[in-house]
């Protein structure tokens, strides 16, 4: 799969509007009408607080991963916010990002930050 079939989008804004009228509205479009192959969401930073806290956002989260969107979140974030629990029960890989989304960067990834 060439590198241009594939998205990350960083989602780090703790304002739902934006949550709910951008990001997460994209990478569902990104992903069902095939404008991308790969599309991978990373909840970081402020955002985790707000995920964690947001039962209308979680459901649309559980919609995301449905149509297979990987969901990532910075686990060094989550616990600076005590969420990591509750991101680890929405089913979402919570994991130290630095690492990942350098090798996203250097891979070529197509890289969307909110």
């Known amino acids: 799969m060439e590198n241009r079939e594939k998205l990350v989008v960083l989602w780090t804004s703790a304002d739902k509007e934006v949550a709910e009228k951008v990001v997460l509205m994209y990478c569902q ?7 991308f192959q790969e599309v991978v969401l990373v909840v970081w930073g402020p955002s985790t607080k707000l995920l964690a806290s947001d039962s209308t ?24 916010y005590g969420v990591v629990d509750e991101l680890e029960k929405l089913g979402l890989e919570v994991i130290p990002m630095g690492e990942p989304l350098t090798n996203y960067l250097k891979d070529d990834w197509k890289v969307l930050s909110f």
Request: charged share 30%.
């Open 57 to 80: 956002l979680q459901d649309k989260i559980k919609g995301l991963k449905e149509i297979g969107i990987r969901v990532q979140a910075c686990s060094v974030c989550a616990g600076d």
């Open 29 to 35: 479009g990104a992903k069902m009408k095939n404008w």
